[in-house]
Nanobody, 126 residues
Framework: QVQLVESGGGLVQAGGSLRLSCAAS????????MGWFRQAPGKERDFVAA????????ATADSVKGRYTISRDNAKNTVYLQMNSLTPEDTAVYSC???????????????????WGQGTQVTVSS
């Protein structure tokens, strides 16, 4: 089992940057493929980015491609989401998720994930 805690959210002006972190507790973090999802008010939860358990493969949603980068540090049990060129449309609660993954695989569907953090609010002002 793994517990996930996100941090790094906040209020930023359009065009700015934030880096989200998701710290995992529990053993064998390197067994887990990780993902970031977001949910804006009144909308469904959307896939943002995913990374394989070894960090050798990533995927990002078209809406954030070229602006967001997912990475991980297995020695620190942490996954990151670097977000650049933020727009008001990026405003949402961002959550990280974990699932035991096969080597090299990334997972973009939320139903695959077994463990979720509480989320961190990102607000982008115009």
């Amino acid at each position: 089992q793994v517990q996930l805690v996100e941090s790094g959210g906040g209020l930023v002006q359009a065009g700015g940057s934030l880096r989200l972190s998701c710290a995992a507790s529990g053993r064998s973090f390197s067994m887990y493929a990780m993902g970031w999802f977001r949910q804006a008010p009144g909308k469904e939860r959307d896939f943002v980015a995913a990374i394989s358990r070894g960090g050798d493969n990533t995927a990002t949603a078209d809406s954030v491609k070229g602006r967001y980068t997912i990475s991980r540090d297995n020695a620190k049990n942490t996954v990151y989401l670097q977000m650049n060129s933020l727009t008001p449309e990026d405003t949402a609660v961002y959550s990280c998720a974990a699932t035991v993954g096969s080597s090299g695989r990334v997972y973009i569907n939320s139903y695959v994930y077994d463990y979720w953090g509480q989320g961190t609010q990102v607000t982008v002002s115009s």
